[in-house]
């Protein structure tokens, strides 16, 4: 009997064959498409909400979305009632607190929704003395400012005209500021002349040292920019030395102290030299004359015929060799006209 021949088999022990053939990498499929099919519905909707949030847009794009959005603002509103519960400042010193509200655009009571931070925080940085500002919004209701102010440190008037600077002197920008804004600013100190601005700060510094004499001065004059003279309330012109104003400044305050000296009737104070202490006293009004309307005695008249016992020369309300008093005096602390 003939043996039917046999067909090798293939092998499928070794992966080679139509069915046992040996996979590749090429026939793997990738990682992004092993994540593609696992997350097949989530893709599918997160492309249909950027089609429709696409199309959402470019709608109120193009048909405007104030009278589309109000109604559905003001149901959010009474859903939700976001309300401004409190508002809190710090850093103002200068700044109103009228100016601040009106800046912010918005009060306690009213609602979250229609407060805009970075339209307020732009109007806080355009008031008045205010360097920069922030604005944060809290879901508790509280809204907080925080003002970084650029304080002026004195008044600067030249040339006839006045303007607040820092204390290294420089203009610090008032940004539009109206009467009632300075009106904060009418105690500042005054200083005058050209040069005055960028060496008035330590002068003040030296007068902060001396309160019996800040208290009374009015301006600060710096004369031929080198030395300075004070000008007190009553009149009264301190002349100071050439950088030594801390110095004369407190010998002055030593003599108001123990002699009161600032409350005398003095015109000017000279302390321009540091050994010597020149005071001028102002000068008394002149009295009225006695001898006006006078009725002449035994056909004489008293104004050109001296009295008896009236030295020669006294005629014009002198006393001979004396002379009239002189309005100076030259003194010493010990010395100091009682």
């Not at 590749?24 to 092993?34: E, K, N, V």
């Not at 099919?37 to 109120?60: N, W």
């Not at 005058?192 to 060496?199: F, I, R």
Request: net charge neutral; aromatic share 4%.
């Amino acid at each position: 009997m003939s043996q039917r021949p046999v067909s090798p088999q293939p092998n499928a022990g070794n992966g080679t064959g139509a069915t046992g053939r040996r996979s590749t990498r090429m026939d793997r499929p990738s990682r992004i498409g092993l994540l593609l099919r696992r997350h097949k519905g989530l893709l599918k909707t997160l492309g249909l909400l950027a089609v429709v949030g696409a199309g959402g847009f470019a709608f109120f794009s193009f048909h405007g979305n104030d009278a589309l959005l109000t109604p559905l603002r003001s149901r959010l509103e009474a859903a939700i009632p976001l309300k401004v519960t409190a508002i809190r400042v710090e850093g103002q010193n200068l700044t109103s607190l009228d100016s601040i509200r009106t800046a912010l655009g918005v009060s306690v009571g009213d609602s979250m929704l229609g407060f805009h931070v970075t339209e307020a925080r732009q109007r806080l940085d355009d008031l008045p003395f205010v360097d920069h500002a922030s604005v944060e919004r809290h879901l508790s209701g509280l809204i907080v400012v925080r003002l970084v102010e650029r304080p002026p440190f004195a008044v600067w008037q030249n040339k006839g005209r006045f303007v607040l600077i820092d204390r290294n002197g420089e203009p610090v920008p008032d940004k539009g500021m109206t009467g009632k804004d300075a009106q904060a600013f009418m105690k500042l100190p005054l200083v005058v002349g050209e040069g005055a601005a960028h060496g008035a700060a330590e002068l003040l510094d030296a007068l902060a040292k001396a309160p019996d004499v800040s208290a009374r001065m009015t301006a600060a004059t710096l004369v031929g920019e080198r030395r300075w003279s004070i000008s007190l309330r009553d009149g009264t012109v301190v002349q100071l030395p050439e950088a030594e104003e801390e110095a004369a400044l407190n010998r002055l305050e030593r003599l108001q102290k123990q002699f009161g000296l600032l409350d005398r009737p003095v015109e000017v104070i000279d302390m321009r030299l540091p050994d010597r202490l020149t005071i001028r006293e102002r000068q008394a009004p002149p009295a009225p004359d006695s001898t006006q309307g006078a009725t002449p005695v035994d056909g004489h008249d008293d104004a050109t015929t001296p009295h008896s016992g009236q030295q020669p020369g006294a005629e014009n309300g002198t006393t001979g060799g004396s002379g009239e008093r002189s309005g100076r005096a030259n003194t010493t602390e010990e010395g100091l006209p009682a």
